[in-house]
């Protein structure tokens, strides 16, 4: 997912695929989340299961984005639902057969310290009351995160002032598309 008017950096083959949970209507969902090698992100989505099914879904949309190559390897943890995932997208040949699964779960601490700044967010407001809004402000919080990472074409990490002129700018437009609507 890339914010309107940004284009994809280039990403690393290598990526940590990882998920964290959140609590909706006082259940716990889980966010499944994609970092290349140098932590940026790659994708992101918002699951009611932790199953296969679920780490499948999740694979297939994080490699249909136009701007990722295929991975030569896949960083996971040891959860049982990634090795038949990556299996049957090699069998259907989404995935190519030389990408490497790697279940290691010291592998991974990049996007587990990554999962810190979402869920900072997420824990503050104290769990969602529906899985649309939260997947709604989700999405909001990692196009800021992937903002404050310097993921947006010309606006580098670090420059407070030109992310706050890249998000105005986005206002803006939507403020001004508003008026003429109204």
């Known amino acids: 997912m890339h914010p ?3 284009t994809a950096p280039t990403l690393r083959d290598s990526y940590r695929v990882d998920e964290t949970y959140v609590k909706i209507k006082s259940e716990w969902k889980y966010l499944y989340r994609a970092v290349d090698s140098t932590g940026q992100t ?6 009611a299961k932790r199953d296969a099914r679920a ?16 991975p030569r390897v896949i960083n996971v943890d040891k959860n049982p639902a990634y090795p038949p995932a990556v299996e ?5 040949g989404t995935l190519p057969n030389r990408t490497q699964l790697r ?8 996007i587990e310290q ?10 503050a407001g104290l769990g969602f009351f529906s899985f649309k809004t939260a997947g709604r402000t989700i999405k909001g919080y990692e196009a800021m995160q992937m903002v404050r990472k310097g993921q947006i074409e010309g606006v580098a990490k670090g ?24």
């Open 88 to 92: 049957q997208l090699k069998e259907e």
């Open 4 to 6: 309107r008017g940004a």
């Open 103 to 110: 279940q290691c779960k010291y592998l991974n601490n990049l």
């Open 159 to 182: 420059d407070v002032e030109g992310q706050v002129r890249f998000v105005e700018s986005l206002f803006k437009v939507t403020a001004e598309g508003f008026r003429k609507t109204v």
């Open 42 to 47: 790659i994708d992101f989505m918002l699951s």
């Open 55 to 70: 780490a499948k879904r999740f694979f297939r949309k994080m490699l249909k984005a136009a701007s990722h190559s295929s």
């Open 114 to 123: 990554d999962h810190r700044f979402i869920k900072r967010r997420v824990n």
